[in-house]
């Protein structure tokens, strides 16, 4: 079964630092990586959508690159602002038969960026 | 386009009573899941859907129910309300991979 994996839990950074973010998954077979952002009580917002056939993907000051062969991805944050304060989660979506259609979520990173 | 809609956002409940959580989508999704996300804690998958009149369990469907008559609706049932079950209650649709959450029930049982 595929698992997932973020580290580190939690992060805090003082404002105007780059955030890197890691992402873990046990299985390389999967169809896409997506990253999510949840702000305290509220909803995930999809950040960005990486397909199996990508390396990264790039919205604003938000990088995501993939490696399959390795299991991870990971999410650049350039020059971090206090609005970037929430938790990041990421959610892979397995090839296999017996488990397509069931994305793997991690716990998420709980991101502090200090004024 | 609305997305992905629940209702209600927030409810408590009595122990041993039953509700039913709403989620709607507008896109056409033929997938639908509900998550649950305890304090803390990353999303636990409930109930899936890969079309109207396909449902199967996730990983902790004790205690839930659920239907899928059309694409559009995907309704989560609460049978005999335990305290176990506070939480807060994400609907998805996903496309090509892709997900797509509402933005959540906070459900209390007490």
């Known amino acids: 079964k595929q698992e997932v994996t973020q580290i580190p839990a939690a992060l805090s950074v003082p404002e105007g630092e780059n955030l890197v973010l890691n992402c873990s998954f046990t299985d390389s077979a999967i169809y896409n990586l997506q990253w999510f952002r949840q702000d305290p009580g509220k909803g995930l917002t999809s950040l960005l959508l990486i397909q199996s056939s990508q390396r990264e993907q790039t919205s604003g000051r938000l990088n995501a690159s993939l490696d399959k062969s390795s299991g991870r991805s990971t999410l650049y944050i350039a020059a971090s602002q206090p609005g970037d304060s929430a938790t990041y989660l990421c959610a892979a979506l397995p090839m296999t038969t017996d488990s397509w259609g069931k994305f793997q979520f991690g716990a998420g990173t709980q991101v502090v960026v200090t004024p | 386009n609305a997305g992905v809609t629940q209702t209600p956002k927030f409810r408590i409940l009595k122990i041993g009573q039953s509700m039913t959580l709403q989620c709607t989508q507008d896109?056409?999704?033929?997938?639908m899941y509900w998550y649950r996300q305890d304090p803390g804690m990353g999303l636990k998958l409930i109930y899936y859907s890969v079309g109207a009149g396909i449902t199967d369990k996730g990983e902790v469907p004790n205690g839930y129910n659920v239907s899928r008559s059309t694409t559009e609706d995907f309704p989560l049932r609460l049978e005999l309300a335990a305290p176990s079950q506070t939480s807060v209650y994400f609907c998805?649709?996903?496309?090509?991979?892709?997900?797509?959450f509402g933005e959540g029930s906070r459900l209390t049982v007490l």
């Open positions: 998805a649709s996903s496309w090509d991979g892709e997900l797509f």
């Open positions: 896109m056409n999704h033929n997938y």
